[in-house]
């Protein structure tokens, strides 16, 4: 940053080095906020959950009914796509939708580090979608879950290119999944940063500015509920799509 | 989250591949600033490799505790409680079907007991009827019979009376025939003669 008085809207996804750990082979290693706030999500997420269900009511409490409320949310989302097969997994989803949900939830509160706005976290959080689809489809499968790639019912002669076209749609997925929650997080908080400062740079320039600023004020509050949205439906999505590439990997066959 | 660090109100568009541009005039009280790329380790934030190993690394480590510690506590926590409760109404329910078909028996022994109860007071007020009935029938044949014999007395009297009187009729028809008779002819009738013609008028 040139100085500490301007207005950035790329510095909130800025890495910052909180412990350096050197750079052991090469890489460089550093405990940084993206980390910390991982590790506070993970533990907000946690925390949570026992803190809610420490009573054990046979009548929930509000926080109760939370905790029980995403954990029915989430298990009919995977009982509906993916069928009973599919809760084997449903560990797996709950995890990936409740830090996806509370990541873009912290990346609401001002000066906080939105996690899933850097794209390798969303690709890596993808990645693990897709192998764990990969990896258990020919688990259970074997060769058989290759079938995915050939669609039945189609003539001879245009199935060499319906298999290339399931295989490209089969490896764009993990990139839509990241890309998808990524931009959407990015894009919303880049253009909060630059209503915001438009703000404030219409109320420097006087009492007209300030009448102005008015303007942008509206639109940072309309935007400001619009990620709210955007932060649980982009949760949601994410982890619906989960559910359907494992349906996938269960039922390969189409 | 406005970010709105200091009085100054400048803005700065960060560019991976912009050209560094430091110290713009300012225009209107606001400075447009380009920040150089090398401000934190070069260019654009989300696409800076260097960050990357050390990302993946505590996503791994986070992402992998935070899905043991859903996967063997929370999860097996919150399904505890949510199992615990479907036990919980089930049996509730089991007992209210329970208490539900207990009482429906007793409802089912009340209205026995009341059929039974009507049927016996239906038979009690039967047997009462017929014994009455039964006493007004005797009672009004006997009147009937006690009735019948004072008329056949009354009937029997009256015949009598009436053939007496019919005798008295002929004997002072006799005499008064008679004493017409001698009144006529100056002489007394033979009452034999008298009496066979008002026989014969009787008769006729």
Redesign the interface.
């Known amino acids: 940053?040139?100085?500490?008085?301007?207005?950035?809207?790329?510095?909130?996804?800025?890495?910052l080095k909180i412990v350096d750990?050197g750079e052991p082979g090469g890489?460089?290693?550093?405990?940084?906020n993206?980390?910390a706030f991982?590790?506070g999500?993970?533990a907000l997420?946690?925390f949570f959950?026992?803190f809610a269900?420490r009573g054990?009511t046979?009548v929930?409490g509000r926080l109760?009914s939370m905790?029980?409320m995403s954990?029915?949310f989430v298990a009919s989302m995977v009982r509906s796509t993916a069928g009973n097969e599919g809760m084997k997994f449903?560990?797996?989803v709950?995890?990936l939708f409740?830090?996806v949900l509370v990541a873009n939830f912290i990346g609401?509160?001002?000066?906080?580090f939105t996690v899933t706005?850097?794209?390798?976290?969303t690709a890596?959080?993808a990645l693990?979608v897709i192998l764990t689809v990969i990896i258990y489809g020919f688990m259970r499968h074997g060769t058989h879950f290759l079938g995915l790639f050939v669609p039945s019912g189609v003539p001879a002669f245009l199935l060499p290119f319906m298999v290339v076209i399931e295989v490209i749609s089969f490896l764009s997925r993990p990139i839509s999944l990241s890309l998808r929650l990524?931009a959407n997080m990015?894009a919303g908080?880049i253009a909060?940063?630059v209503f915001?400062?438009f703000?404030?740079?219409m109320?420097?320039?006087g009492f007209l500015g300030l009448l102005g600023g008015t303007l942008p004020l509206a639109m940072?509050i309309a935007l400001t509920a619009l990620e709210f949205l955007v932060a649980a439906l982009q949760a949601y999505v994410f982890a619906v799509l989960t559910c359907i590439y494992l349906n996938d990997a269960l039922h390969p066959g189409h | 989250m406005p970010e709105t660090q200091g009085p100054a109100g400048i803005l700065v568009i960060a560019q991976a591949d912009a050209p560094v541009a430091h110290g713009t005039p300012p225009r209107d009280g606001v400075e447009f600033e380009v920040p150089s790329t090398e401000a934190h380790g070069g260019g654009f934030p989300p696409f800076d490799v260097h960050t990357f190993p050390s990302q993946i690394i505590w996503l791994a480590i986070a992402f992998g505790a935070l899905y043991l510690l859903m996967s063997r506590i929370a999860l097996p926590r919150i399904a505890n409680i949510l199992e615990e409760r479907h036990d919980r109404v089930a049996d509730d329910l089991e007992e209210a079907g329970k208490l539900k078909a207990e009482s429906e028996a007793a409802a089912q022994a009340y209205e026995h007991a009341l059929a039974t109860a009507r049927g016996k007071a239906h038979g009690i007020a039967t047997e009462t009827r017929d014994k009455l009935s039964a006493e007004s029938d005797a009672s009004r044949k006997s009147l009937e019979a006690e009735l019948a014999a004072k008329l056949a007395a009354a009937e029997e009297q009256i015949a009598t009376t009436k053939t007496a009187a019919m005798a008295n009729v002929r004997g002072i028809a006799v005499d008064a025939a008679g004493a017409i008779v001698g009144e006529l002819i100056g002489s007394a009738p033979v009452p034999q003669a008298v009496e066979a013609a008002v026989d014969d008028a009787i008769k006729s």
């Open positions: 940053m040139a100085s500490e008085s301007v207005i950035d809207p790329i510095h909130q996804f800025h890495i750990l890489v460089q290693l550093a405990f940084t993206s980390a991982m590790f999500i993970v997420i946690f959950l026992t269900t054990r046979l929930p109760q905790a029980e954990y029915e449903f560990p797996l709950f995890s409740m830090f609401m509160i001002p000066y906080g706005s850097h794209l390798i976290v890596m959080l693990v990524f990015l908080h909060m940063k915001a400062g703000i404030v740079m109320s420097a320039s940072v």
